[in-house]
């Protein structure tokens, strides 16, 4: 059999080229269009929670007093855990804002993964940290319990999903971040696969 002239070859290499470079437009749009839906879903579950306002310093004279409006995370995981399309869960709400919204790769959510979504909210939500970026204290197995039920998930699934939770260890009645913190931490905050949004906290 004569082998295929290279002319040839590069004429089908320019074709599937092409239609490569087509499907991946298709494919981009989809995904804003996707993108797109999500940041509404976002929107209006922020506009539902709203933020918290909490102070941070005053002028020595007491006439100018400064605040920072930062988003309430577990209370935002727990609303867009109930407004989400099935299929989508959050990923990760940072500090800065930043939220992330990731695909299971079913058509359903998951309650096991809607659940550990708020329960690592709350822990981050909770967790205090030091200038430097190291722990300095974390919430207790009953704090974390009491906010959830807070949140609507009943205090035994909470119970069982936190017990479950294999980056998080309870030592002393205490949810611990020792030996499995860079797991934790790294999940928590890790890149989103699917879409990210951000809300930047704001000083008013």
């Given amino acids: 059999m004569a082998e295929e002239p290279l002319h040839e070859r590069m004429d089908r290499y320019e074709t599937l080229a092409a239609e490569a470079a087509d499907a991946e437009r298709k494919r981009d749009e989809v995904a804003n269009e996707v993108g797109a839906a999500l940041a509404d879903v976002i929107t209006e579950a922020v506009e ?21 409006a930062r988003l309430d995370r577990a209370a935002l995981v727990a609303r867009l855990t109930e407004s989400l399309p099935e299929g ?12 992330g919204i990731e695909w299971t790769g079913d058509d359903r959510t998951p309650s096991k993964r809607e659940h550990g979504a708020i329960l690592k909210a709350i822990v981050a939500e909770a967790t205090v940290m030091d200038a430097d970026g190291f722990i300095e204290s974390v919430p207790s197995r009953k704090t974390v319990l009491e906010r ?10 909470a119970a069982d999903r936190l017990s479950r939770l294999a980056t998080l260890d309870i030592v002393d009645g205490r949810v611990s971040t020792d030996e499995n913190v860079a797991r934790y931490w790294g999940a928590l905050f890790a890149p989103c696969y699917a879409v990210s949004t951000n809300f930047a906290s704001a000083e008013v």
């Fill in 48 to 68: 539902v929670e709203g933020t918290n306002v909490v102070p941070l310093d005053r002028s020595a004279d007491g006439h100018r007093y400064r605040f920072t």
């Fill in 88 to 99: 989508f869960v959050v990923s990760n709400v940072n500090d800065d804002g930043s939220l």
């Fill in 148 to 157: 959830a039920a807070e949140l609507g998930v009943e205090r035994s699934d």
